[in-house]
């Protein structure tokens, strides 16, 4: 008898900035910034009313992230000690808005190492951390510029937007209403770092990532069976970002820095390593996997020290950079885009039959795990 539509993974695409910022021009700015902060307030720091900023450093960043550059789509204002964010011209509403650009050149990719045409896509999610605004969706925007028929919506659960989104495509699949699915994944989050804050303004930089689902039936012949999907989350507010639009209420606290992204870095740490390595761990048994047969984890790339910790207890064995890749060092944390990135960059060398994980975590808190094996 004929089984219900199978779900699979036909293709990824990935779109990568051209500008990168290294640690060293990264903190060579942010430094700029404090000097100048500080001898604009030397008074008022001598007189012990403010504290002084202290200086941000290399080895610091690297050592605590594993972050040794990331990409922008506009270094210049990022590094200007004046400005410190991202700079570009108000598009027009006409022209295809910054976003669905780079969604769209991911899609394209995607969509070329699959052999498809746009036409025969019937959904687009834009599963992203950083929409540009609420609507029109961004999705539809996509799904117009590729000119696809069908339905389009965007969807929002932080780092872990793209493998709820696959999870979403493979029920469309399963159910009947879809057959090829783009789940793409434009992220712009130079938009929402707060450059000026020696915590964090080391962590992200920007991307793009589409994902093809399909059904079995019409995928080419090099695809990823999906073999199950799992999605978790649990309230914290350790990972946060108040922007949005009811700040209107309340125009005296519009621009505090809470409006971008704030985290407890410590606690991200020692709630989300157990939290996901035991659901990786449940979901397996109850796929039927032996964890440690696993031939690849695609983590998502949020720090090299988590990304170790949760690939050990999930093998049984500290990782190898082969069996747990990284792409950190250069793209830095790209949120929802990370482990789709690695993926991308770090699956063309396995075999038929071989079995890995594509797993997320991050703001929520949001996980999700998505096992796939390679057809074949
Ligand atoms: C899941 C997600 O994608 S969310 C986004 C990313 N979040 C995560 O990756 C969560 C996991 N957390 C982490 O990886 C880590 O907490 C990091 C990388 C963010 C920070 O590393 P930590 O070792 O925790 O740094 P912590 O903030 O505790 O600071 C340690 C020391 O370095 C100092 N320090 C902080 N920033 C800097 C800097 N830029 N340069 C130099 N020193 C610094 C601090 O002042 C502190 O000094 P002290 O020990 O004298 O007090």
């Known amino acids: ?91 027009p509403d006409e022209d295809l808005s910054i976003l669905a650009e780079i969604g769209v050149a991911a899609a394209q990719d995607a969509l070329a190492r699959a052999g498809r ?11 992203a951390s950083n929409m540009q605004r609420p609507y029109p969706a961004m999705a539809i925007e996509i799904q117009q510029a590729l000119g696809i ?85 649990v309230f914290s507010n350790n990972i946060r970002n108040n922007f949005g639009f009811l700040n209107r209420a309340h125009p005296e606290t519009a621009d505090t820095p809470d409006k971008l992204f704030v985290q407890e870095g410590r606690k991200v740490f020692k709630e989300v390593v157990p939290m996901v390595a035991q659901m990786i761990l449940d979901e397996a048994e109850r796929l039927g996997i032996d964890p440690q047969s696993l031939r690849r984890l695609w983590l998502h790339q949020a720090n090299a020290g988590m990304n170790r910790l949760i690939a050990q207890r999930v093998l049984g064995h500290e990782a190898s950079a082969d069996e747990s890749p990284t792409v950190l060092d250069t793209y830095g944390n790209t949120s929802s885009a990370g482990s789709i990135i690695a993926f991308h960059l770090h699956s063309d060398d ?5 079995i890995g994980l594509i797993c997320s975590f991050g703001a929520g808190y949001s996980a999700g795990t998505v096992f796939v094996r390679k057809a074949g």
């Open 1 to 91: 008898m004929e089984t219900a539509q199978r779900p699979v993974i036909s293709a990824t695409g990935l779109f990568t900035p051209e500008e990168s910022i290294s640690n060293e021009e990264l903190v060579a700015s942010f430094n700029a910034y404090v000097e100048r902060f500080n001898a604009e307030h030397a008074d008022a720091i001598a007189a012990g009313e403010l504290g002084a900023l202290e200086p941000s450093s290399v080895e610091f960043i690297e050592k605590a992230s594993g972050i040794k550059s990331r990409h922008v789509m506009a270094k210049a204002p990022v590094l200007d000690p004046d400005i410190m964010a991202p700079r570009w011209d108000e598009r």
């Open 117 to 127: 045409e746009a036409r025969d896509v019937d959904a687009v999610l834009c599963a």
């Open 149 to 233: 028929e069908g339905f389009a919506f965007d969807m929002n659960v932080a780092c872990s937007s793209a493998t709820f989104g696959i999870q979403t495509a493979a029920d469309y699949i399963r159910a009947g209403h879809a057959r090829s699915v783009l789940v793409v994944s434009p992220e712009i989050t130079s938009g929402h770092l707060n450059w000026r804050d020696r915590d964090s303004h080391f962590i992200f930089g920007d991307v793009a990532t589409a994902v093809l689902v399909e059904d079995a039936a019409i995928a080419p012949e090099e695809r990823w069976d999906i073999l199950g999907t799992r999605l978790k989350t």
């Open 350 to 354: 396995l075999r038929g039959g071989d």
